[in-house]
């Protein structure tokens, strides 16, 4: 590819104080801003998370109550879903693809910063019953797991209005950045980039905007449908007025289980550049990646009760729901195999970025032969809501999603910030990370097969052993993390050494054509790909 030679400045126009980051329309400034808002709430779900393990460490113990015990897993769920990983990965698609596909910002700039807004105030919403219960006002936050199912949802207080419309705010967000993104693919690819040409990290956002736009609004309605219940007479989830709780679960997770590939995707798309970078060859199979795109999306949208085999499911439909989950595993083995075959006889070199997807590829793998295990409806029965399904879960989403995102934090923080992170405190994030979570999971793995069911602050003594092996894990996976802190910091206020253009010797794609940083504006002519 060539494009006309730019000399570059940084000083072209660039607004300055807080005025820049309030009302910016620069994809740059809103992918920071959406990747900061990111980082704070991992920090806030990780805090949850280490206090459900404090209190898991041993039987009998009380560091939390039972009702907040319950609002913080609750709150733990939703705030690594929707505040940490959604945002994220968004921040990932505003910095990065228009330059890499030769545009000068999104389609729609606007749409862009107020889709970013909402964010915060979504957050103010979700967690502002805590204060509110401080003054004497309801019961305090959500406490109904992140699944809010009904009839609990209908009767929980006052948090829970927070919560939807918590979820108003978060589906309005991520319907305007949908919108942008596909109107961006679409009509501002610089000249000669086909869609075949594009970078699969740009085809995985693509995908990701249209299943998005596809489900989310499933659970909007059914919030809608849950305030009414709750305050309107309505008796949609009721079942002492004729309804059906089990009408909420079809709509959840009808936007939920598309969910975990709508976190999948983004991600899926930073392997493909990632790796043939460190394994110095060309992307394997990329017709085949794009391809199996579009076959898991099409296929998530049609699986979505295998996880209501225990509701009462006539026989038919859990036959009908577990070979359509079976079916989904051959697209996504068609991506294992396209990545694996990218590093297969490759000039391998193991940098950070370079270890973290292949941290993901192994931990994610686990995720999915687990997750065939959970498809077979006569298994589900036992392993349904128990802490085999918590460990799963978890290696799909973070073996999956956030080992992804913290390799493209790596990755790309050089080239956003100018400077190099620190290496060696880049390994030592990545074998801490992987020991921590192991020990955590594994061990979890082992308590739901021998029946401990999740979301209980208290369990019998059988289980302390594994508890602990599990705690202790959590407690060394969460203070790995503070090695990623100490890194963007090192980059971001440039105590690393300066990064070039390409950042990495083999990397390709036209973001690595300009400066490290890039301009404000990234280019005042636009590239021609030949």
Known sequence: MRHAAIEYTHDEHQPRGLARWLFTTNHKDIGILYMLFGLTFFVVGGLFAELIRAQLF??????????????????????MVFAALMPVTAGFANYLIPMMIGASDMALPRLNNWGFWLLPVAAVVLVLPFFLKMLGIGNGP??????????????????????????????????????????????????????????LFVWSWLMTSLLLIAVFP?????????????????????????????????????????EVYILLFPTAGIMSQILPTFA?????????????????AALSVVVWAHHMFTSGMPVGGQLYFMYS???????????????????????????????????????????????????????DQQYHNSYF????????LFGGPIMGVIAAAYYWLPKITGHMYNERAGKWHFWLTMIGFNTTFMAQFFLGAAGMPRRIPDYALQFTDLNMVSSAGAFVLGAAQLLLLYN??????????????????????????????????????QPVIS
């Open 58 to 79: 041993q039987p009998g113990q009380h560091i939390l109550a039972p009702e907040a015990y319950n609002q913080v897993i609750t709150l733990h769920g939703l705030v």
């Open 142 to 199: 959500i406490d109904t797991g992140w699944t809010i199912y009904a009839p609990l949802s209908v009767q929980s207080g006052l948090g829970v209005d927070f919560a939807i419309f918590a979820v108003f705010l978060l589906g309005a967000s991520s319907l305007l950045a949908s919108i942008n993104i596909i109107v961006t693919v679409k009509n501002m690819r610089a000249p000669g980039m086909t869609m075949m040409k594009m970078p």
């Open 218 to 258: 499933a659970l909007i309605a059914g919030a809608a449908m849950l305030l009414t219940d709750r305050h309107f007479g309505t008796h949609f989830f009721s079942a002492a007025g004729g309804g059906d709780p089990v009408l909420w679960q079809h709509l959840f997770w009808f936007f939920g289980h598309p």
């Open 280 to 296: 110095r060859k060309p992307i394997y199979g990329y017709r085949a990646q794009v391809y199996s795109y579009w076959a898991i």
């Open 325 to 379: 989950t079976m079916a989904i595993s051959v697209p996504l083995a068609v991506l294992f195999f396209c990545w694996l075959g990218t590093i297969w006889r490759g000039a391998m070199t193991f940098e950070t970025p370079m270890l973290f997807a292949l941290g993901y590829i192994t931990l994610f793998g686990i995720g999915g032969l687990t997750g065939l295990v959970l498809a077979d409806a006569v298994a």
């Open 389 to 396: 399904l918590v460990a799963h879960f978890h290696y799909a």
């Open 488 to 525: 963007v910091i090192v980059a971001w206020r440039g105590h690393g050494r300066p990064a070039s253009d390409r950042v990495w010797e083999a990397a390709q794609g036209l973001e690595f054509t300009l400066p490290s940083p890039p301009p404000y504006h990234s280019f005042t002519d």
